[in-house]
């Protein structure tokens, strides 16, 4: 190992899922010489919605419209929450500099200040959220003032279905209707994110809106599934809505959606940019702490092996779809560092017996427990590993899939933990 | 087969000879034993095909081999009607054969006494040499201590009680789905109605019947309570476990007195580990429990060391009916043979109970059953199911696997989209069964759908396919309102029974994926369609066993 390519930095950032992402951006904000390890596979389940906080209790099934108020509850009721851990200020600086960061890079969002937004699933159920991007902005205001709408759906997207939408929100939404149409030059099957990359160039949107405009009639919004672009994905919606005369939203698609890749994206190319070293695709093999001089890391196979140090590392390597957490027929184990798990100590405690029991399933609040500085906790409820904080969904005592709290929890834990970060190696 | 469909309301009853009540593999036995001798018959099923046990075994075409020393009469019963219905069904049975092994630390009497009880039962065992053993089953244990080939064999459940149904159907009974029976009014020693509800549409109506068949499985003793008759019961929940892919080509048992989870069975392209005794005070809401799951991963490893570490998709329950003493110790040591019970003894002289037993052993069953009802009817045709054979009906081939990724191949068609991913289930295959459906007066829904073909039985469990489905559906017309939410529900909550005890490492992120998409981005738990707590179901449902 002693003549691998060696990198040094002080901070490395372990995770390429949201939490990673804002992790590696706010440290790069604060000028912290951080380098970033991940699989970056992760966001392409991610909606491109940023929940905050949607439902409080779960089991009541509560949703609130003003998600600070709820966060207020939350925390009151479970004060081992990470949100407990974060004052508004913090929340919100965190937040409008994610959000500012994406809107630089050609990825706005829409949001009503301090207020959580609804909008419409593919099942036809509604969503509540804290942030749409842009190309959904116009769906909030449709779905509010229940105007007449036109769902596009299309031959060969599956699980996609506008009569779906329009049948199962009948009553709440009348005033939809929906035509299937051909996507343009394509046949049999299609992915959505081969539809957003086609839909960049310009004669494929003037083909696509020659195809829909016939069937708009009386209808004051076009909807479409969540396929408008990739990398300019506001340049394709702008030109389709001009083209058609009429406000434009998109719905998102079952995963993988192109929401959460387009962050991929924009984040992938704008952190080397701000001088972080990013090395995704990269598994991080070992780890040696070496006391009070950092973290040694082995990093990648074969030719892209290399040594990393780091004076402090964030773990933001998420749960069991991330990787950060692995489960045998026993137990629930960190993968990394091997940091103790809450948990209990039985599997017949894993879930419930039903799938959609409001209570949700225990597992989902395994996790990393930490201190108020995100420095997870051994047994003995001490700091285990100095240098080393922890963020995002890897967190114990929180639900983030029944809370709709994920982007949220990412972000601003993220945020939480680059800042103790910052105050360990200056202090 | 248009009279597959429910009976006018609350009209004059019907009348018919026989009524039976149960459409499991007994139930759909009978029925087409007694239609075969010309006998006019009412079948009538709660929920749906094989929602009871008939749906929820290991699907083992015995050999008799496993009996021969805890119940020798059910050994030689097994071995005649294994040979049987290989004869007579032979596009439901997988002919694999089977070996019995016995591994260091086992029982060594038994062992030494294995040979002379199969040969006391007249059941054919062949000492293999444990070289050969391995290289047969290269999966075996090498602390293998002795090896016996036996003539067991696979058998789809599903497909056998369906075919034997279609063709009674066919020849003029009548199958009623989604139709309970509530109550039996007896007047002078006879039941003289027989009350029904249409569980869907709650509808009431009642048939006359000469005889009544009791083929209620697990529940004989709550139908048998409604005519005033107490049939004393013992419920023996066994849990099953199926793996991703199949380790053994044949059969594999230990050769021991028959206890947990000593047999492998392969079920087309996976394999089925079991099972387990476990006693429970109802037939109803029974799940595979987490350390049961654990138990027969465990003594399954033994025999084949692989099962301690290969990926299971999915885990099931069913409950034997155990007719006799509630306070003998051990369940397997109460009798699995059947109970068929003429109830004159009991002063109701037109009704009859037939359980317990086994799948291996159905159709003889039936033929016993319809023997007695031929005796009370005062006829005596021959039985010809026991040299007719069964006729294969079109209905029940999607649940092979791989039958359906085969027409997909074969075809070739780019615009058949595939809708589920794992079980290459595409739209056209789906199209086709909505249409059987159609023709049947069946109502698509997700999980009858399930039942009938393999999707959602692949390695994601219907967490994607689920949503294309409905989806499809809903494109087609089938699902309307909020019935996509309704389904879904039903459909994930179902699949769900079989997942949970098996949620470690891949599954557990399945899992994992499937509640960030259904619950993170659909929000479906806030979107109970019954507007109250989502509940667990009844019974050991149909889609609790991998149709293979
Ligand atoms: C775990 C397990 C493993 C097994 N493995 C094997 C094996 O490998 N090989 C083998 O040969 N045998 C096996 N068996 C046994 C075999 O499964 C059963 O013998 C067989 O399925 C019984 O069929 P049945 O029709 O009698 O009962 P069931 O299949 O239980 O059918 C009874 C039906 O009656 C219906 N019903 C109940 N009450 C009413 C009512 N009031 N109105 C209308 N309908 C009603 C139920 O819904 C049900 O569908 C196994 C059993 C179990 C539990």
């Not at chain 1, 070293?277 to 702490?289: E, G, P």
């Not at chain 2, 070996?99 to 060594?108: N, Q, R, S, T």
């Not at chain 2, 050991?540 to 149709?547: E, I, K, L, M």
Request: hydrophobic share 40%; glycine share 10%; net charge neutral.
């Amino acid at each position: 190992m002693d003549n691998l390519p060696e990198i040094s930095c002080d901070l490395l950032v372990i995770g390429s899922g949201i939490t990673g992402m804002a992790a590696a951006l706010f440290a790069a904000n604060l000028g912290i010489d951080t380098v970033q390890v991940g699989r970056a596979g992760e966001l392409g389940f991610a909606s491109g919605f940023l929940d905050l906080l949607g439902v409080h209790p779960v089991e009541d099934g509560r949703i609130w419209d003003r998600p600070f108020d709820g966060i207020g509850a939350l925390v009151a009721e479970h004060p081992r929450h990470p949100y407990a851990f974060l004052d508004k200020k913090d929340i919100q600086s965190a937040l409008s500099g994610f959000v500012s960061f994406l809107a630089a890079h050609g990825l706005p969002y829409y949001t009503e200040p301090g207020k959580n937004l609804a909008m419409i699933t593919p099942t036809g159920t509604l969503k509540t959220t804290y942030a749409v991007p842009a190309t959904v902005q116009n769906g909030v205001r449709a779905l509010a003032e229940k105007a007449s709408c036109l769902v596009v759906d299309f031959h060969g997207l599956k699980g996609f279905s506008g009569r779906q939408i329009v049948e199962t929100l009948d009553k709440t939404w009348p005033n939809l209707t929906t035509r299937r149409i051909s996507f343009p030059d394509t046949s049999g099957e299609l992915l959505p994110e081969h539809m957003a990359l086609s839909l960049e160039s310009p004669e494929c949107r003037a083909q696509l809106a020659g195809e829909i405009a016939p069937h708009i009639h009386s209808a004051e919004y076009v909807a479409l599934p969540a396929i408008l672009g990739m990398y300019r994905p506001m340049a394709v919606f702008e030109d389709l809505q001009k083209q058609l005369n009429r406000p434009v939203f998109e719905i998102p698609t079952m995963p993988p959606a192109i929401g959460g890749l387009r962050i991929k994206a924009a984040f992938e190319k704008a952190l080397p940019r701000l001088f972080v070293r990013t090395h995704y695709q990269q598994k991080i093999t070992a780890v040696d702490k070496q006391g009070r001089n950092g973290f040694r890391f082995d990093v990648g196979r074969d030719h892209l092996r290399r040594v990393i140090t780091a004076k402090g590392a964030i773990l933001a390597s998420g749960r069991f779809i991330g990787g950060g957490l692995t489960t045998d027929r026993k137990s629930v184990r960190e993968t990394l560092f091997n940091l103790p798990v809450f948990q209990p100590v039985t599997r017949s405690e894993w879930h419930q017996k039903s799938f959609l029991d409001p209570r949700g399933h225990p597992i989902n609040r395994f996790g990393i427990t930490t201190d108020d500085q995100w420095r997870p906790l051994n047994n003995n409820r001490h700091p285990a590993i100095p240098g080393l904080f922890a963020a995002g969904s890897i967190l114990a005592h929180q639900d983030w899939v029944r809370q709709k709290c994920g982007a949220g929890l990412g972000i601003t834990t993220a945020f939480a933990a680059v800042n103790a970060f910052q105050r360990f190696i200056s202090g | 087969m248009s009279i597959l469909n429910t009976p006018g309301s609350c009209q004059p009853p019907i009348h018919t000879q026989v009524l039976i009540i149960g459409a499991g593999v007994t139930g759909a036995g009978l029925v087409r034993d007694l239609t075969l001798r010309g006998i006019g018959c009412i079948l009538v099923e709660q929920k749906d095909l094989t929602a009871g046990a008939s749906g929820a075994n290991h699907g083992l075409l015995h050999s008799g081999a496993r009996y021969i020393k805890s119940d020798p009469a059910s050994a030689v019963e097994c071995r005649k009607e294994n040979h049987i219905l290989k004869k007579l069904a032979p596009h439901c049975i997988d002919t694999c054969g089977g070996l019995f092994v016995a591994v260091a630390g086992d029982d060594e009497k038994y062992i030494a006494d294995f040979p002379q009880l199969c040969a006391q039962s007249g059941i054919s065992a062949r000492a293999v040499d444990l070289a050969d053993a391995r290289e047969m089953e290269p999966a075996l244990s090498d602390r293998l201590i002795a090896a016996y080939a036996v003539d067991d064999a696979a058998i789809d459940p599903f497909r056998l009680t369906l075919d034997n149904i279609a063709q009674a159907v066919d020849k003029g009974a009548r199958f009623f789905r989604f139709t309970r029976v509530t109550g039996l009014t007896v007047k002078q020693s006879e039941i003289t109605a027989v009350h029904l509800v249409d569980t869907r549409t709650g509808r009431e109506y009642t048939v006359r019947a000469e005889i009544v068949v009791n083929a209620a499985g697990a529940w004989a003793d709550q139908v048998a309570a409604q005519a005033g008759i107490s049939i004393p019961m013992i419920y023996s929940k066994g849990s099953l476990l199926v793996t991703q892919s199949r380790i053994t080509r044949r059969v594999v048992n230990r050769l021991r007195l028959a206890t947990d989870a000593d047999i492998l069975v392969p079920g087309g392209t996976v394999s089925i580990l079991g099972t387990t005794s476990v006693r429970t005070e109802t037939p109803d809401n029974i799940y595979p429990e987490i350390e049961e799951i654990d138990h027969i991963i465990e003594e399954g490893a033994m025999m084949i060391p692989v099962l301690e570490t290969t990926r299971y998709i999915r885990a099931y329950c069913g409950v034997r009916p155990l007719v006799g003493d509630a306070n003998s110790g051990d369940d397997r040591k109460v009798s699995r043979g059947y109970a068929l019970i003429d109830h004159t003894r009991d002063h109701v002289d037109n009704f009859i109970t037939i359980t317990g037993g086994k799948l291996t052993t159905y159709r003889f069953m039936a033929e016993k059953a319809a023997n007695l009802v031929c005796q009370r009817l005062g006829i005596d045709p021959a039985c010809q199911t026991c040299t007719e054979p069964l006729p294969a009906s079109t209905d029940g081939q999607w649940t092979e696997p791989g039958l359906a990724p085969h027409q997909w191949m074969k075809q070739n068609d780019p615009t058949d989209l595939l809708l589920c991913e794992c079980e290459m289930v595409s739209r056209h295959t789906v199209d086709q069964i909505i249409r059987n459906m159609g023709r049947l007066n069946i109502t698509p829904t997700l999980e009858a759908i399930g039942l009938r073909s393999r999707v959602g039985k692949g390695p994601c469990q219907g967490a994607f396919c689920s949503q294309r489905l409905t989806a499809h559906l809903y494109d087609r017309g089938v699902f309307k309102k909020n019935e996509g939410i309704v389904n879904l529900h039903q459909f994930l909550s179902e699949r769900w029974r079989g997942q949970h005890p098996l949620l470690w490492d891949v599954p557990l992120i399945q899992a994992q994926l499937q509640e960030a998409m259904h619950c993170g981005l659909f929000g479906l738990e806030l979107n109970d369609p019954k507007g109250q707590p989502d509940k667990p179901g009844a019974g050991g449902g149909p889609s609790g066993r991998v149709n293979a």
